[in-house]
């Protein structure tokens, strides 16, 4: 793909760029080929069984106008693709595309585009620059806390006769109605309620306190008005109980015995040894990345870069439209989201402002160094990338790296992939070349060194 387009860059202020794009005659052939293969698989024409209409009695039959047309609107977006990996940018937001006169035979599309683009940073030094980094450590209070969510999972439900309460289990059928009329889905049979969990609407679980088993009751209640059936939401309810059975949740006594239970152990003292490495190993890495955040934050604020507020905010919203994108993936739509955070889209996106800024910054500073320091990734490192980050598939085959490769190259995301090789050893280099001192000592020079303190 890369050979089937130019791409000529020009600078603009605020970080933006202007990309004119021409798409070779022949890419422009292949694309009007394919859109006409397309279209004539529902061409019913007289000679031709349906789906074989060549692309030249296509184009002949519908206009080759009409046939550009489709073709564009199919391969716009890779060609786009292909052009911002011809051209080496680093985009940040949307583009403004415009699109140029559909061309004559064997002559050359052209389309540009303007976009904002990563800023440059003009690094004064980025060896031995210093950063805070705390020692990794673990409290015996975590380790008390993950004992007893280890005997949480191995507790055990016994039936009592008693009263329930908080925190006890109850076995119930129920039926819920509104107006007298059956809720669809407000039924059910042999039911686990665990009372105080929230799992329920309000007040369900809080109606079943000291019910005994055998007891029925009648639960006046009102469902939330953000309520996800429309049809009851914001309205009163009765539901009929009837409690089967209360149970209460046993705990195992801490001791040698749980220890072999929970994660076969021969003693108490082991598993408090093991969690304790197991935690220490969790905060370690924490505090390594901690550090590596510090360390590219010291790195952009000593850096001279000039960051628009426009570009800010076009990373703000690309991060606000990602996580729409993933929330899409689980069944949850924007208005819905929107309702659950209780904010708004332009609060969210602002209050995303600050991390956006810092991540540009911090973007900008690697790219940097990547450029002072001529880092340039081999094949062989790009491979080991994607022979690393490859997925199986459902067989559990991990795919080739190689034809990953090959697949990248020839769809024009390979200098993709190489420019984030190349960031990822930059930050490597950053890392490794910088000063690690104690929070205390850090916080003691941000307060010598505050302008104006």
């Keep these: 793909m890369a050979t089937a387009l130019k791409t000529t860059v020009t600078e603009l202020p605020q970080s933006r760029v202007r990309v004119e794009v021409e798409v070779a005659p022949e890419e422009v052939s292949r694309a009007a080929d394919a859109a006409a293969s397309r279209i004539g698989r529902d061409l019913k024409l007289a000679g031709f069984r349906k789906g074989k209409v060549p692309p030249a009695v296509v184009i002949g039959r519908v206009g080759r106008e009409a046939v550009l047309d489709d073709a564009v609107r199919e391969r716009l977006a890779r060609w786009y693709s292909a052009a911002i990996g011809e051209s080496r940018i680093v985009t940040v937001g949307d583009p403004e595309i415009t699109l140029g006169d559909l061309p004559a035979e064997r002559e050359p599309f052209n389309f540009s585009f303007e976009i904002g683009v990563r800023p440059v940073a003009t690094l004064a030094r980025w060896r031995g620059i210093e950063a805070p980094r705390r020692e990794a450590a673990v409290t015996e209070e975590q380790i008390d806390a993950q004992l007893e ?270 420019a984030d090789v190349a960031a990822d050893r930059a930050l490597e280099l950053l890392v490794e070349a910088a000063v690690a001192i104690t929070p205390e000592q850090a916080a003691a020079r941000e307060k010598l060194w505050t302008p104006g303190s």
Excluded: C, M, W
């Design 149 to 418: 969510q280890a005997r949480d999972r191995l507790a055990r439900l016994e039936t009592v006769e008693r009263a329930a309460h908080a925190g006890d289990f109850v076995v119930v059928d129920y039926e819920g109605t509104v107006d007298g009329e059956p809720i669809e889905g407000g039924q059910g049979r042999a039911q686990l309620v665990e009372i105080g969990a929230g799992g329920l609407i309000p007040g369900f679980e809080e109606g079943l306190i000291g019910v005994l088993a055998g007891e029925q009751r009648q639960l006046e209640l009102r469902f939330p008005d953000d309520y996800g059936a429309a049809e009851v939401a914001g309205r009163d309810a009765q539901f009929e109980v009837t409690a089967a059975e209360v149970r209460e949740k046993v705990l195992p006594e801490l001791d040698d015995d749980f220890a072999l239970d929970a994660a076969g152990l021969d003693s108490l003292a082991e598993l408090r040894d093991d969690l304790r490495a197991r935690l220490l190993e969790v905060d370690e890495r924490a505090a390594q990345a901690e550090f590596r955040n510090a360390v590219v934050e010291a790195a952009a604020d000593a850096a001279s870069l000039t960051l628009p507020e426009s570009l800010v905010d076009a990373r703000a919203r690309e991060a606000f439209e990602r996580s729409l994108h993933l929330l899409s993936h689980r069944g949850i739509s924007k208005d819905a989201y929107l309702q659950v955070v209780g904010a708004t889209e332009e609060e969210l996106i602002a209050n995303a402002r600050p991390s956006a800024e810092r991540a540009l910054r911090g973007e900008a500073v690697v790219a940097a160094i990547v450029t002072a320091e001529g880092i340039e990734p081999t094949d062989e490192e790009l491979l080991a990338t994607l022979e690393g980050s490859a997925q199986p598939d459902e067989s559990g085959r991990a795919p080739d790296p190689k034809k990953l490769l090959a697949q990248l190259r020839r769809s024009g995301r390979l200098e993709e992939l190489r």
